[in-house]
């Protein structure tokens, strides 16, 4: 049995396929077995996931941003906990950015990986402030 919004994405047409799942989650959220998020999954930990799961491509597009939005009506979710999920992860994206760079220095091993270390104590602090973000409802 297909869902509504799985249905939309069958039935694409002419609609842009970043639309199409925009709608598709809307009407999931709306019509189908997805009351509350005590049910599978906090609503944090889901919002947290989908941040993540956008910025994999190194794009965080409108339609994703529209998708967050509406999950964070749907379940009540404070514009101040997206914005510090927000920059958590462009945090997160920066030291990985500066990982690579100093992985790819000429500069002797010891060295980097001092940085690569500190880099790495930092990501991990980032980490556990955004696993304490998703325990505190």
């Known amino acids: 049995m297909m869902s509504k ?10 609609k842009a396929y970043g639309d199409l799942v925009y709608e598709a ?5 709306e019509y189908d077995h997805i009351e509350s998020p005590d049910q599978s999954i906090k609503a944090r930990q889901l919002l947290w996931n989908l941040i993540v799961v956008s ?13 967050i939005d509406a999950i964070m009506r749907k ?3 404070s514009d101040a906990v997206l914005q510090e999920m927000l920059e958590a992860m462009e945090t997160l994206l920066a030291i990985q950015s500066e990982k690579k760079r100093f992985s ?12 690569v270390k500190e880099l790495e104590n930092r990501e ?6 955004i696993h304490q973000l998703i325990a505190d409802v």
């Open 5 to 14: 919004g799985d249905e939309i994405l069958v039935h694409a047409g002419e």
């Open 25 to 29: 989650v809307i009407l999931d959220l």
């Open 55 to 67: 910025y994999s491509d190194g794009l965080h597009s409108d339609t994703e941003q529209r998708i």
């Open 75 to 77: 379940w009540d979710i």
């Open 104 to 115: 790819a220095s000429q500069r002797p091993y010891a060295e980097v990986q001092i940085q």
């Open 124 to 129: 991990a602090i980032i980490m556990q402030s």
